[in-house]
């Protein structure tokens, strides 16, 4: 098995390397550090950023479209029920995932994303909600805990994940920031939430903005540049670019970065993908690529 990973060169942050967690033992992948568990034969590879790996903290990481149980369109690590894929195979897919990354489904909690810009914080009673127990929130597309082996997880196919670690407090973040939860500067709200639970100072937290859509692939209305304009003002000229009749492309992975920097984290704790979900659709699930057919990767991290 070769997985060829396109790189986009725009970034000069601390890029994400590519796992292999769970291997068959002998197999190779071009390409990948190997480090992590051998699990029950199974390959399933993780992305995970230097940069957090490096406060000692956390275990974390995104799953890739490789090692999982589904098919078709949703082939074959796909986290969704509500996109069509079978319950027993995303629960199958959250039992791999958690064998590599060394923990299970039960020890994990699932966001429930619709585009706003709410963060809720969970703790060991909600252990398994969205797994193997029923979620009990519908608007919370960030979480936050200081919980240690409680995983959070949330969902993606282009839109930008970001990841929050504060070492001093020892508190974690998770949320989902589309271009919608971008404006809404969810980013923001969750080093808000991280202050008002746990005492975090955005000064200490280190961040990775995750794989998602790149620049050169995300063309968009100019009804989304306009809010843009408006909620970003004097970076236009860093946000949107090759504005030609009215269509212009928009850096989504900046717009994250500058939300952090506003909020007092500083630009040496922030790292961005350089692996873009549209660019990469073979790796990840990418919603512009598969013209909206598809199924949905995750981010993983919990506190040790
Ligand atoms: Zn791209």
Redo the contacts with the bound molecule.
């Keep these: 098995m070769e997985i060829k990973i396109k790189r ?1 060169q725009e970034t000069a942050c601390p890029s994400l390397i590519l796992r292999k967690q769970a291997v068959k033992e002998g197999q190779n992948v071009e390409g990948l550090i190997v480090e992590g568990l051998i699990v029950e034969g199974l390959i399933v590879p993780v992305l995970s950023f230097p940069a957090l790996s490096a406060t000692g903290i956390v275990e974390h990481g995104f799953s890739t479209r490789i090692g999982g149980v589904s098919t078709g369109v949703y082939s074959t690590l796909n986290f969704s029920v509500p996109r069509g894929d079978a319950p027993e195979n995303v629960a199958e897919n959250f039992r791999r995932i958690g064998a590599a990354l060394g923990t299970d489904p039960e020890h994990m909690v699932l966001s429930h994303q619709i585009h706003k810009a709410n963060v809720l914080r969970v703790d060991e009673k909600d252990a398994g909600k969205g797994t193997v127990r029923e979620l009990t929130w519908d608007d919370a597309d960030g979480l936050v805990t200081n919980t240690p082996g409680l995983t959070l997880v949330t969902f993606f196919a282009d839109c930008v994940p970001v990841m929050f670690v504060d070492p001093v407090h020892r508190a974690i973040g998770s949320c989902h920031s589309g271009w919608r939860g971008t404006v809404l500067r969810i980013s923001r709200n969750v080093l808000l939430k991280m202050k008002e639970e746990f005492g975090t100072a955005p000064s200490d937290v280190y961040c990775a903005i995750g794989p998602s ?2 620049r ?2 995300y063309e968009i209305s100019d009804e989304v540049a306009d809010e843009f304009r408006k909620e970003f003002p004097g970076h236009e000229h860093e946000l949107l670019f090759d504005v030609h009749g009215g269509h212009a492309h928009l850096d989504l992975w900046e717009a994250c970065r500058l939300t952090l920097l506003e909020a007092g984290v500083p630009a040496e704790h922030i790292s961005v993908t350089d692996i ?1 979900t ?2 990469n659709p073979d790796l990840l699930f990418s919603h512009r690529a598969a013209k909206g057919q598809h199924g949905l990767f995750c981010g993983f991290i919990r506190l040790l």
């Design positions: 986009t859509i790149c050169s692939c873009c549209a660019c």
